[in-house]
């Protein structure tokens, strides 16, 4: 079974440009995740999904970040525009059901904004 | 609020030791999940386990074992003849029992295992 699979894996802008980055996720699963993760911390939640709905975007900085998950399964995440605290690793991860917190992650999108 | 505490930032050790990553959370709620995460060099986080605040009983799975004691508010994790591929970050993670939507990580251990 092909796991959590997200594009690109490194990034590299100069600050003011947009960037997007792509996950699809384990066949079945309705709960998508987006997590930031930055250098030395654990993840933080950035909005969750339950199929095409996105039910917890409360920790996503709506002026620059968007997201969407317009059929239910894959998702897109974007940035713009993109600043120079926003390098990081974002990570998306996506579970069978909201109810047992097992997420399976993706191995993130990296990005350096110059 | 919700919070996890990783006090050991980095721990390193020799191949064959056991070590305990150690785990605190704060949470109000008096139903609750915890978790132990492996994020090895690749990236891609790995769960390990998930235990129910009513169920207080250690568990055990090969060399890896978990403590969970309420009193103290610690889910410690030990890994017993640690060996080099149990080098990776680990990360204690909570979450509210309902859904366990909403899962807060800890800042996570650096476990280095030295040949």
């Known amino acids: 079974e092909a796991g959590v699979v997200q594009s690109p894996r490194y990034k590299i802008i100069e600050k003011k440009q947009p960037v997007a980055f792509w996950c699809n996720p384990i066949?079945?699963?309705?709960?998508l995740y987006w997590y930031l993760q930055n250098l030395g911390q654990g993840p933080e939640l950035l909005i969750r999904?339950?199929?095409?709905?996105?039910?917890?975007d409360s920790q996503l900085p709506k002026d620059r970040f968007s997201a969407e998950r317009l059929k239910g399964v894959d998702s897109t995440l974007k940035i713009q525009p993109a600043e120079l605290g926003d390098s990081a690793v974002y990570l998306c991860?996506?579970?069978?059901?909201?109810?047992?917190?097992?997420?399976?992650f993706g191995e993130g999108s990296r990005l350096t904004v110059l | 609020a919700q919070k996890v505490t990783q006090a050991q930032t980095e721990i390193s050790v020799v191949e064959k030791e056991d070590v305990t990553l150690d785990c605190v959370y704060e949470?109000?709620?008096?139903?609750?999940?915890l978790f132990w995460y492996k994020q090895p060099p690749s990236g891609e986080l790995v769960f390990l386990i998930r235990r129910n605040s009513f169920d207080e009983q250690n568990e055990i799975s090969g060399r890896y074992s978990w403590n969970f004691q309420k009193s103290t508010s610690s889910f410690n994790f030990t890994i017993t003849a640690s060996q080099v591929v149990d080098s990776a970050v680990y990360f204690c993670a909570l979450s509210e029992a309902k859904g366990a939507s909403k899962i807060i990580f800890g800042s996570g251990t650096r476990l280095s295992i030295r040949p």
């Open positions: 066949s079945g699963h309705n709960t």
């Open positions: 999904y339950e199929n095409e709905e996105a039910v917890d």
């Open positions: 949470t109000r709620d008096t139903t609750y999940y």
């Open positions: 991860a996506s579970s069978p059901s909201i109810n047992t917190g097992e997420l399976f």
